[in-house]
Each structure stands twice: as C-alpha cells, then as structure tokens.
T-cell receptor, first 115, second 110 residues
Framework: DAGVIQSPRHEVTEMGQEVTLRCKPI?????LFWYRQTMMRGLELLIY????????DSGMPEDRFSAKMPNASFSTLKIQPSEPRDSAVYFC?????????????FGPGTRLLVL | QKEVEQNSGPLSVPEGAIASLNCTYS??????FFWYRQYSGKSPELIMS????GDKEDGRFTAQLNKASQYVSLLIRDSQPSDSATYLC??????????FGAGTQVVVTP
C-alpha cells in the first residue's frame, strides 16, 4: 500500500492568496483527519471525516479554513485568504473503521509558508 | 488548556541505557493511548498502543498505563542513536479522536 499521500509537499504563497492542500487516504480506511503542527501549539486536530462526512470541525481555526471530502479517496483543505500565521505543517491521517479507528496513519505532510 | 501533558525535554540518554518518557492526561473519557515517534522533518509514526492498565511490551519498547493515576509511560530499552526523535503521547476517545501532547525530545548520545 502506498500509504497516505499528500500534495503539495511544500507550498510558499503570499498573504491573501488561496491555498489548497490535498490528501489521498489509505484505501479502505473510513476515517480521515486533518492536523496542523507548529512549534508553539504542537499537533492540533482541525477536522475529521467518517465515510466522507465531516464529524467534528471544532478545531478549524476560523471561517478562512474549509475542508471537503467528495469521495472516499480524496480530501482537500482550503485556506482563503491565507495569512502568515497559517504557516505550519499540515498533516493528513487516515484510520480503518471500528476497533482500530484510533490507529491513525499519517501522510508526509505539507509544509506551508505564507509570506 | 492542554489535556495531555509531557515534558518537552530534551531527554539525553546514553547509548544502551533505558529512556523513560512520561505522560499525564486529564480527560477521564480517554479510552486508548498511543505513542508516536516523529523524526525531525517527518510525520508521526505509531510505535505503541495500549488500551488497558498494566504493561505492554513490543521489542525494545514497553508502554505502561495507569488509568487511576491518569498516567502513561514509555520505556525504550537498549537505546540506540536511531531512537533520537520526538515522542508524542496521545489519548483517544470512543470516536477515534486523538489528543496529542506536545512531545518529548529524546537524544541518544554514543
């Protein structure tokens, strides 16, 4: 299995621009998680999906952030407009259903720099 | 307020010694606990999971859980330079949602 795939791996953009991060979970996994990691705040859960449905988006920092999962093999996290404080590493993770759903497998991350 | 607390370190450990990492949590609803290892510039990688009180051993790693004390620990025996990384403790709820600690940096010195 290829594991969780994220793109792009690195993104540099200017303040005010729209940023779209992409994730392909492991095939057969029913849960998909988006995290943000910074030195100051550590690893924070932004939102997670079960069977393509958003379950908990309480970690999304503000309305500039949105996430979608149109099908079982693809999810996006969009920031519009982006701000310098959004600079972080964004991880996508997936996990299988039922008893093993806490076992999350992380993608390589997208390192975002907003100038 | 953080619900999972870890010492940030760095924890310096001589090669071949035992590294002992600690974690406390405040959410009594947490049902499962995990240790992830994260190398610099890489993504977190699951190394141990523990669901019930007591010890769980896997190779050189031993996880310990005490739900009454809300305490989780990880022991790394015969520490190797390749064990140098940040170790993240996480608690999971019944919905599969994880709360991560800030991580403990471990440095194994030859």
């Amino acid at each position: 299995d290829a594991g969780v795939i994220q793109s792009p791996r690195h993104e540099v953009t200017e303040m005010g621009q729209e940023v779209t991060l992409r994730c392909k979970p492991i095939s057969g996994h029913d849960y998909l998680f988006w995290y943000r990691q910074t030195m100051m705040r550590g690893l924070e859960l932004l939102i997670y999906f079960n069977n393509n449905v958003p379950i908990d988006d309480s970690g999304m920092p503000e309305d500039r952030f949105s996430a979608k999962m149109p099908n079982a093999s693809f999810s996006t996290l969009k920031i519009q407009p982006s701000e310098p404080r959004d600079s972080a590493v964004y991880f996508c993770a997936s996990s299988p259903s039922s008893r093993s759903r806490e076992t999350q497998y992380f993608g390589p991350g997208t390192r975002l720099l907003v100038l | 307020q953080k619900e999972v607390e870890q010492n940030s370190g760095p924890l310096s450990v001589p090669e071949g010694a035992i590294a002992s990492l600690n974690c406390t949590y405040s959410d009594r609803g947490s049902q499962s606990f995990f240790w992830y290892r994260q190398y610099s510039g890489k993504s977190p990688e699951l190394i141990m999971s523990i669901y019930s009180n007591g010890d769980k051993e896997d190779g050189r790693f031993t996880a310990q859980l005490n739900k009454a004390s809300q305490y989780v620990s990880l022991l790394i025996r015969d520490s190797q330079p390749s064990d140098s990384a940040t170790y993240l403790c996480a608690g999971g709820d019944s919905w599969g949602k994880l709360q991560f600690g800030a991580g403990t940096q471990v440095v194994v010195t030859p």
